[in-house]
């Protein structure tokens, strides 16, 4: 809770003035909440905390940024954080909130605690509070959450009220049945909506055009696709070309799906690299590689700016139709491109590199990465090291398991246990003492010791001649470790030895 100090600055910088409630743009490279906020990027971490020390420090406060804030962190899905924001705004009374603020609210609480915490904040909410906005996030969040009674109920009455006047309430429900498998009614809803003199959107038709591909029925999205051409009220983008472009392929309606792509591209905004993202996977899809490398020469061209997200479609897209080379060079390029690192990219390629089982040359770039100081993923080297068990080459999958130990950073990452345990079982025939001890020092940081790290142990001490058995076979005890039949044959050879 504020101090009383900081309850009067609050009251003192908050500006409620309407010329505020637009967005806040920062002109003269001051210092904004804004400009702190958005760069902390840790969706855990919590930003109430900025907020507060903003306020303490006596800086102007405007709910346009605030608002701002919140668009911005729902566009990049940091939800919790738009939430914590939102309750914040709430909790200070920095402005008294619309129904539009309340939606807001209410989406965010549904995303991030589930449906019923957003059927109860909606319970709360003042009668002139609840209206086809506060309903329609509602919807939403029964939709998002598959509840097929809740958002049928619901939308009986919003129709009541008056309330289900927009394509968006409709377009929910078609969402639900698509998310619930059931395609079939998805028509109806589109058939009662025109019913109701509620006009269809783009959105609306690309769904039900869905529907039928869903089921296979080619000529019944043609039907949607060919009205939806017809109406006077709707303007074809690209993406609605796309869908079908995507159904076509799907049915292996080559011809069909590459007129539908010629149609997006013209469609297309030039300057739309998330359209060109989109079209250079399809045609990736189709196996065209030729449209591949022209659209995004197109995109190179158009687009002055290329984001991570753009080079690892492209990278995607290429790996799928086995364009090494050409994916190499992409790579490259994003290499000199100064954008910020992210190993997603050349991760794309390193996977295409192990499904193609060439695991030479995902070890080369995983340590060429490292050789730059560039960080990498345990998971990947695991990869890698089953990749090369599997063809025989041990000592290769052991190098590669060590490099995924040593660079364990991934919450919940376990190392492929059947590799663990052959990579043991090997270390235990043939590797030194001080090798063995190391690898299972390494190991028993991330997954439980068991028997086969101590039957390892025993057989490289046995082999050297340790005289450190009893000490092995005392931290089994301790450690409550039982043995297993391979420990008593080790053990019997053990005695053996110690009797010759």
Not at 87 to 104: L, P, Y
Not at 196 to 223: A, H
């Amino acid at each position: 809770m504020l101090m009383l100090m900081d309850v009067k600055l609050l009251s003192k910088t908050l500006i409620r003035n309407v010329m505020w409630r637009t967005y806040y743009t920062n002109r003269t490279n001051k210092v904004t909440l804004y400009s702190k906020i958005s760069p902390l990027g840790n969706p855990s971490l919590s930003l109430v905390p900025e907020l507060e020390y903003w306020v303490h420090q006596g800086k102007k406060l405007r709910v346009g940024e605030l608002q701002r804030i919140i668009h911005d962190l729902r566009k990049r899905k940091r939800f919790s954080q738009a939430l914590e924001v939102s309750e914040w705004m709430k909790r200070k009374g920095v402005c008294i909130f619309s129904a539009t603020e309340h939606a807001v609210q209410l989406d965010l609480i549904g995303r991030v605690r589930g449906f019923l915490s957003a059927e109860s904040y909606f319970n709360d909410l003042r009668d002139e509070d609840k209206t086809d906005k506060t309903y329609g996030a509602l919807l939403n969040c029964y939709v998002r959450q598959h509840q097929r009674d809740k958002s049928l109920s619901h939308l009986q009455k919003m129709k009541e009220l008056g309330f289900a006047s927009s394509p968006l309430t409709y377009n929910d429900i078609m969402c639900l049945y698509i998310n619930l498998g059931q395609y079939e009614k998805v028509p109806d809803v589109l058939a009662e909506m025109k019913g109701n003199q509620v006009l269809p959107d783009n959105f609306s038709y690309r769904i039900c055009m869905n529907s039928y591909g869903m089921r296979s029925d080619i000529e019944g999205m043609e039907n949607v696709l060919e009205e939806m051409e017809c109406q006077p009220h709707i303007v074809m983008d690209w993406n609605t070309y796309a869908v079908a472009a995507n159904l076509y392929g799907k049915a292996g309606l080559t011809d069909k799906a590459t007129n539908a792509l010629k149609k997006s591209e013209k469609t297309l905004d030039k300057k739309d690299a998330l359209g060109y993202n989109h079209l250079i996977s399809l045609y990736a899809s189709l196996g065209n590689k030729d449209e591949v490398l022209r659209l995004w020469s197109l995109e190179k061209t158009a687009c002055k700016r290329h984001i991570n997200r753009d080079y690892i479609v492209m990278l995607e897209s290429l790996v799928r139709l086995g364009a090494f080379e050409e994916a190499e060079k992409v790579l490259e390029e994003w290499q000199s491109s100064g954008n910020c690192y992210d190993f997603r990219v050349p991760n794309t390629i390193i996977v295409g590199y192990i499904e193609k089982q060439l695991y030479g040359k995902a070890e080369v770039l995983l340590e060429d990465l490292i050789e730059k100081g560039k960080p990498t993923a345990p998971n990947i080297w695991g990869k890698v090291a089953t990749g090369y068990l599997d063809i025989g080459e041990t000592e290769k999958a052991l190098e590669c398991m060590k490099a995924a130990l040593s660079i364990h950073v991934e919450k919940g990452w376990k190392p492929n246990h059947r590799v663990v345990r052959s990579l043991l079982s090997w270390l235990g025939d043939k590797g030194s003492v001080e090798e063995v001890e190391a690898f299972v020092e390494s190991v028993r940081n991330v997954i439980p010791v068991n028997i086969k790290l101590y039957n390892a142990l025993l057989k490289a001490h046995i082999r050297g001649g340790s005289t450190e058995i009893n000490k092995v076979l005392d931290s089994m005890k301790t450690e409550n470790i039982d043995e297993d039949e391979e420990t008593k044959n080790i053990l019997a050879m053990w005695q053996k030895l110690e009797s010759a």
